[in-house]
């Protein structure tokens, strides 16, 4: 399927991601005011809510990582097949990790993703995914933070892509149905 953006129906404007993520930087810059705060952003799709929401975190001893995963499937449909494109270059034992996520829709690549974390012992492991798809859960994750809980539709723009394309889109938009 060919998407162009004029087909998409906005969702989320610039201006309301950007409120909304200042609330969520508040709130994690509360919750870690006296621990050290270990930001891991899952790409490829976080890099853009990652990038926002650290600059709204008044921290002195934040530090960031980055891993790669991908899921196997087709265009809008994940397999549940994760695999690490790219692991993380700082040790997290002991660590009080905040993994960014994009979206979690079934939740398997999350799953995973804190399956294999945890063998690695941090000291604490929390969750903040800007989106959350609730309709197609299949594995349930404890979510500390969520930026938004959407319908279930297709979403891209921020990050998320289509087919690899749109994640220079500075809003999120959902594909209009025609
Ligand atoms: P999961 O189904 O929770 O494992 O989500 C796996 C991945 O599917 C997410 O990290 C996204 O990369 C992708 N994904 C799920 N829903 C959407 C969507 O609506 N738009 C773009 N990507 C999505
Ligand atoms: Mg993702």
Do not use: W
Request: proline share 3%; glycine share 6%.
């Amino acid at each position: 399927m060919e998407i162009s953006s004029d087909q998409l129906d906005v969702l989320y404007s610039e201006e309301a991601l950007q409120e909304r993520i200042l609330e969520l930087g508040k709130k994690i810059e509360e919750d870690y005011r006296d621990k050290d705060l270990h930001v891991i952003c899952v790409l490829k799709g976080s890099f853009l809510f990652l990038a926002d929401l650290v600059r709204a975190i008044r921290h002195d001893r934040l530090s960031v990582d980055f891993l790669g995963l991908s899921s196997y499937g087709n265009e809008t449909k994940s397999s549940g097949v994760v695999r690490m494109t790219q692991d993380l270059t700082i040790p997290i034992e002991g660590k009080h990790v905040l993994i960014i996520e994009d979206i979690i829709d079934t939740g398997l690549t999350m799953h995973y993703l804190l399956e294999n974390l945890r063998t690695r012992l941090p000291k604490s492991i929390e969750i903040c995914t800007l989106l959350h798809k609730p309709a197609n859960t299949e594995k349930p994750v404890d979510m500390k933070y969520i930026g938004f809980t959407i319908p279930n539709k297709f979403v891209i723009g921020y990050g998320l892509d289509y087919a690899e394309c749109f994640r220079n889109l500075p809003y999120i938009g959902v594909v209009r149905q025609s």
